[in-house]
């Protein structure tokens, strides 16, 4: 499966709002990556009670501020990894996966659709 919802919001930054600095490549991959293992580290090591939902955001919020890779539909994925008990193959499929997948569809839309340069 390389759905989950937060790529939907993602879309909305890709497509609706391809200039802005939350749109660019880094951001989307790097964000979606380092939430997604935020998650399953406090999955890991606190469980999946509500204490390590709000421990995953609050981390997957600061390692995005750290590498300078803020994407906020990404906030939602430590939310998916808890609640769904995610293992670690989830980093790669749907995260690293899905997020690529994005970035391609955004690149062809704007390079052949919308023919505005992207990313900017």
Same mark, same amino acid.
């Given at each position: 499966?390389?759905?989950?919802?937060?790529?939907?919001? $993602?879309? !909305?930054?890709?497509?609706?709002?391809?200039?802005?600095?939350?749109?660019?490549?880094?951001? @989307? #991959?790097?964000?979606?990556?380092? %939430?997604?293992?935020?998650?399953?580290?406090?999955? &890991?090591? +606190?469980?999946?009670? @509500?204490?390590?939902?709000?421990?995953? !955001?609050?981390?997957?919020?600061?390692?995005?501020?750290? %590498?300078? &890779?803020?994407?906020?539909?990404?906030?939602?994925?430590?939310? !998916? @990894?808890?609640? &769904?008990?995610?293992?670690?193959?989830?980093?790669?499929?749907?995260?690293?996966?899905?997020?690529? +997948?994005?970035?391609? #569809?955004?690149?062809?839309?704007?390079?052949? !659709? $919308?023919?505005?340069?992207?990313?900017?």
């Amino acid at each position: 499966m390389l759905l989950i919802a937060p790529f939907g919001a $993602s879309c !909305v930054l890709l497509f609706a709002l391809p200039a802005s600095p939350l749109a660019r490549p880094r951001n @989307v #991959v790097g964000g979606h990556f380092l %939430t997604a293992l935020m998650g399953l580290l406090a999955l &890991t090591f +606190i469980g999946d009670g @509500v204490l390590a939902m709000g421990i995953g !955001v609050g981390l997957g919020i600061a390692a995005m501020q750290f %590498t300078e &890779t803020l994407h906020p539909p990404a906030g939602g994925n430590p939310l !998916v @990894v808890i609640m &769904t008990g995610a293992g670690w193959s989830f980093l790669a499929l749907p995260i690293i996966a899905g997020a690529l +997948i994005l970035l391609l #569809v955004a690149f062809i839309y704007h390079r052949f !659709v $919308s023919k505005r340069a992207w990313p900017a």
